[in-house]
């Protein structure tokens, strides 16, 4: 079996690559508005009318002719939102109107009432009017029939105020992609035990299962496997059964690390099983039954890294999504830093509430859950370059 071992960018648009090609539609459902932030959207959404439907004021003041001011105009009459103006704005004429009103025929203009004097029927404007000025035209924001939300788009509080706008009250969503979670490992205990001091409590599943529910999919979690080939076997089975499988453990070179030779045995095609990375080298992506899975490396901080950076496109592109993004910001470094060449580094950090300054965390490896705790962020450190002095513009991605 010759499976390669991939840089962080090879091994990205492997992911990306692969899944996209052999995704297909997931299942539609409906949701009602308050529910639908956080849903991939499975149908195109189309203004049902002109917005704004009829030209509005966009500031409280008098709505006049352009072409009589600067002047002294007789108050013909008031407009105020939710009302409109029967009759014509005619020359010397104009009509009180509140934001959000319609501006009446014949106006093309709002002055401001800041701008005005009022003395009893007439207004005083001492300044020229340009057509248009605080007029929001009809069909500005958008004409009927115009397409506004596309389907495969996350949606977010701004996409709900839309679907609102164009009333809609049930939202055609998907249904979340099922991702099925297996850990594996004879240390693992569950958190409500009392671990021996050579076991340790299964964390893996239930940051994978929080990571997997935030990117779009529904989490299963399964009964850990034991370190053995037919148990690992009869749950992978059973992973399989869910639209991806997302290991945990049992991926290095140990003796007792089956994952990858129960995944051959099942017929598994490998992409990739090593990524120039830490923390998570060893890191298994294949397809096996028409199913892709994930074997991700034990160590906490190497699952929850290599969720993130890999994993979590796959489930929100099975969720639907047609578009991911792994936004890698950049941010000013608070102190200097080293690290060797050669592997993409995602360590814990911390940075400043205003996003400028980055602050590396103290960590004692892959296996340091308190650290990862403690950020709030990944410093990424470039495979091709060693050392970074404070002040240097570092890459950082959000946790
Ligand atoms: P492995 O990748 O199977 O060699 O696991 C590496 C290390 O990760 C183990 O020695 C454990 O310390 C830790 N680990 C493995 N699985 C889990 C889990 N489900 N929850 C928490 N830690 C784990
Ligand atoms: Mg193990």
């Not at 203004?47 to 007789?74: K, N, Q």
């Not at 959000?100 to 709002?110: L, M």
């Not at 199913?291 to 490396?297: M, V």
């Amino acid at each position: 079996m010759c499976v390669p071992t991939l840089s962080f960018a090879e091994a990205r648009a492997c992911v990306l690559e692969r899944v996209k090609a052999h995704a297909g539609l997931p299942v539609e459902t409906e949701v009602g508005l308050a529910e639908a932030a956080g849903r991939v959207l499975a149908r195109a959404v189309r203004a049902d009318r002109d917005y704004p439907a009829l030209a509005r004021s966009v500031r409280d003041g008098f709505a006049v002719r352009a072409v009589d001011v600067p002047a002294a105009l007789r108050v013909a009459g008031e407009v105020r939102a939710g009302e409109s103006y029967a009759c014509e704005v005619g020359p010397g004429e104009a009509v009180e109107i509140m934001t959000g009103a319609p501006i009446p025929r014949g106006a093309d203009a709002v002055v401001m009432v800041e701008h005005v004097t009022r003395e009893g029927g007439q207004v005083y404007i001492d300044r020229a009017a340009k057509a248009g000025q605080f007029v929001n035209p009809q069909g500005s924001e958008a004409r009927r029939g115009q397409l506004l939300l596309s389907p495969g788009q996350r949606l977010d509080f701004s996409h709900v105020a839309l679907l609102a706008t164009v009333g809609i009250t049930r939202v055609p969503v998907y249904a979340p992609a099922p991702v099925a979670i297996l850990a594996t490992g004879d240390e693992i205990v569950e958190p409500d035990q009392t671990p021996e001091d050579f076991q340790i409590r299964n964390s893996n599943v239930y940051s994978l299962s929080a990571q997997v529910a935030r990117a779009g999919g529904c989490p299963r979690i399964l009964p850990v496997a034991r370190d053995e080939f037919g148990d690992t076997r009869s749950k992978i089975e059973r992973g399989l059964e869910a639209g991806l499988l997302l290991l945990s453990g049992g991926v290095s070179e140990g003796k007792y690390d089956l994952v990858e030779t129960v995944l051959a045995d099942l017929g598994a095609e490998f992409y990739f099983d090593r990524v120039l990375i830490q923390p998570g080298q060893p890191l298994v992506f294949g397809r096996v039954r028409d199913k892709f899975f994930f074997g991700l490396p034990g160590n906490p901080a190497a699952t929850m890294v290599t969720f993130e950076i890999f994993a979590r496109a796959a489930v929100e592109i099975l969720a639907g999504q047609t578009e991911t993004a792994l936004p890698l910001m950049r941010a000013k470094l608070t102190r200097d830093f080293r690290h060797k060449m050669g592997l993409t580094r995602f360590l814990p950090a911390r940075l400043s509430e205003d996003g400028a300054e980055l602050t590396p965390i103290p960590w004692q490896g892959s296996g340091d859950v308190p650290a990862l705790a403690r950020a709030n962020a990944f410093l990424v450190a470039g495979a091709d370059r060693e050392e970074w002095k404070a002040g240097e513009w570092m890459r950082v991605l959000l946790k």
